[in-house]
Nanobody, 115 residues
Framework: QVQLVESGGGLVQPGGSLRLSCLITRGSTIPNSMGWYRQVPGKERELVAQIFTYGVKNYGDFVNGRFTISRSDDKKTVYLQMKSLTPEDTAVYYC?????????WGQGTQVTVSS
């Protein structure tokens, strides 16, 4: 079992920056991958960024270099640094971990980009 706790969401103005954090609070095995997805009402959850065990990173097409995923040295915290945010980035952001083929999700954190 893996438990994930997100933090760092909130309200930010267009063009601003925000950093999300996701901590593994239960589970001693390092996940095969950790990442961030986002979802808006009426749409499917989409990949934002993902980092695999050996450091390979994967980003959604819409990121266009604006976001950076990273993790702590102990690989139990993953960060999403977001910059140049637009209103289209408004969504609930979910932390994800994949361990032995099983998906685990955090509770989600709201990111709202608005003036």
């Amino acid at each position: 079992q893996v438990q994930l706790v997100e933090s760092g969401g909130g309200l930010v103005q267009p063009g601003g920056s925000l950093r999300l954090s996701c901590l593994i609070t239960r589970g001693s095995t390092i996940p095969n991958s950790m990442g961030w997805y986002r979802q808006v009402p009426g749409k499917e959850r989409e990949l934002v960024a993902q980092i695999f065990t050996y450091g390979v990173k994967n980003y959604g097409d819409f990121v266009n270099g604006r976001f950076t995923i990273s993790r702590s040295d102990d690989k139990k915290t993953v960060y999403l640094q977001m910059k140049s945010l637009t209103p289209e980035d408004t969504a609930v952001y979910y932390c994800n971990a994949i361990l032995f083929g099983n998906n685990y999700w955090g509770q989600g954190t709201q990111v709202t980009v608005s003036s």
